[in-house]
DNA sequence: CGCATACTTGAAATAGTTCAAAAGACGTGG
DNA sequence: CCACGTCTTTTGAACTATTTCAAGTATGCG
């Protein structure tokens, strides 16, 4: 056990060096996190709205919504979270949450107590840094949705949503023949791009169709990356990925 | 000059006492940071799409809007920021920006240098905190839009949109008997809400027929708070004010 | 006073929703 | 290993919220 929580702060880190540098030291401290493990069965929502957090959640394997919902029942998902994300590290500076986080399949997850994080951030400003940014690519993230949301067609929304999952599933070595794991269900995936359940079916149908991409129940195959990021008018800058994969990831 | 500036870094300071606590040295370490005041002239782009930036901008007077552009040309408004806000403070720690900061009416801004900012955080780490949860403010308000752009109807989105700005030009002292100041055009409000302006016109001209708000030139009166809130779906909790001023300060 | 920009209104077109029902996948227990 | 119930996906048809196109009316500026 203790191996694998090892693991997946090193899954963590390796996410953080992405975009910041820290000093042996400070990785060492990170690699030091106290952080206990957990599965989540799926469909749970393992953190609620409402909820006053003390721990931040590391997701180790599976696929997380934050769902935000309205007060007639609306249910949005305002993000989603892959393995080696940090879900909620805005929480160690906004503990009171008004959103969920739901498991949309069975996932591993760590619960890194909020005490040991301001620690390390007390302690080096560099820790802080990279927290902070790293908080800063989900904002980014965020903004790109409500621009994809609100200013695309139905079929541009869901195209810019598969390159985005592709790519940063890409960024953590879980892209394979352009094949990635997407285990969410049409439902979920309609109220991550603001669309109804019946209509992003037809939508996915085109896809298909067109032999552009093809999502069966647990991944999604991308066949033509140009002709996908092209109607979704997809350009990789906003998530800050060094070399971030293209096309050539995808066929590699 | 040294007057203004010194004034409009007190505003900022009492921006992130709303949710942070700082120390006397760590207030006055805020107040003493250097910055240069710039008048922006109205319809001007003082941060380009593709800029990597050396200084945060905090708005002074003014309203100014955050751009992104789709491939195809549409403009969308990300983010909406008022005087107090410091709108770009992610530029910190990501200045290479794929967004444009606008200026919809004449603005004053505070260009503050990154290097200044980053030194105050490596020697006070509850100003890095500040500043951390300063941003997540921000990211808390894209994910709310999310939602409201993704899974509400056109009336409910611009009736969530007028709180929301109501609710933070109160938080700032600016709003009185209902009534606070929003210069922004049709065509642009269309933008923030993702509608087109035809179609936001006629919203705009339901909620005034139904004596619920009504929006002129540059500003907007609220007529019936609890309708409009209700209609928006409206709930403070996302924007972490304390005593978040619903219709008692409306009505005062 | 005249031009430019923003707002307003109408009518026709359409993207996306809603409702409804069938077909396919999946796990469970017999 | 099959039968059953449940959940997800798929498809059709009618409906409607929003867009698009187009033209007219204000409003502000030089």
Chains 1, 2 share one sequence.
């Not at 709205?49 to 934050?66: K, M, N, P, Q």
């Not at 903004?143 to 949301?149: G, S």
């Not at 992003?200 to 067109?210: A, G, I, S, T, Y």
Request: aromatic share 6%; hydrophobic share 50%.
């Amino acid at each position: 056990m203790k191996r694998t929580v090892q693991a997946a702060l090193a899954l963590y880190l390796d996410r953080l060096l992405l975009r910041s540098t820290l000093s042996g030291e400070e990785r060492d401290a990170i690699l030091a996190l106290p952080a206990k493990a957990a599965e989540i069965e799926v469909e749970y929502d393992f953190v609620r709205v409402g909820d006053r957090l003390t721990h931040a959640c590391l997701i180790v394997d599976g696929l997380v919504g934050r769902f935000a919902q309205t007060r007639n029942g609306n249910r949005g998902i305002v993000a989603l979270y892959l393995p080696g994300d940090m879900a909620d590290l805005h929480s160690v500076v906004l503990p009171h949450v008004s959103w969920a986080l739901h498991a949309m399949t069975r996932s591993t997850i760590l619960r890194v107590p909020h005490s040991a994080l301001r620690d390390l951030t007390e302690r080096y400003p560099a820790i802080a840094t990279a927290f902070w940014r790293d908080c800063m690519i989900d904002a980014a993230i965020l903004a790109q949705w409500v621009v994809n949301i609100g200013r695309k067609d139905a079929v541009a929304r869901v195209a810019h949503l598969l390159c985005e999952i592709a790519t940063r599933y890409a960024a953590i070595g879980l892209l394979e023949d352009g094949r990635f794991a997407f285990p969410i269900t049409q439902a979920n995936l309609a109220d991550a791009v603001g669309l109804t359940p019946v209509h992003l079916n037809r939508v996915l149908k085109r896809l298909k169709d067109e032999r552009i991409a093809a999502k069966d129940q647990d991944s999604v195959m991308v066949f033509d990356w140009d002709r996908l990021a092209s109607i979704g008018e997809f350009d990789t800058a906003y998530l800050h990925i060094e070399n971030a994969p293209g096309p050539l990831a995808l066929t590699a």
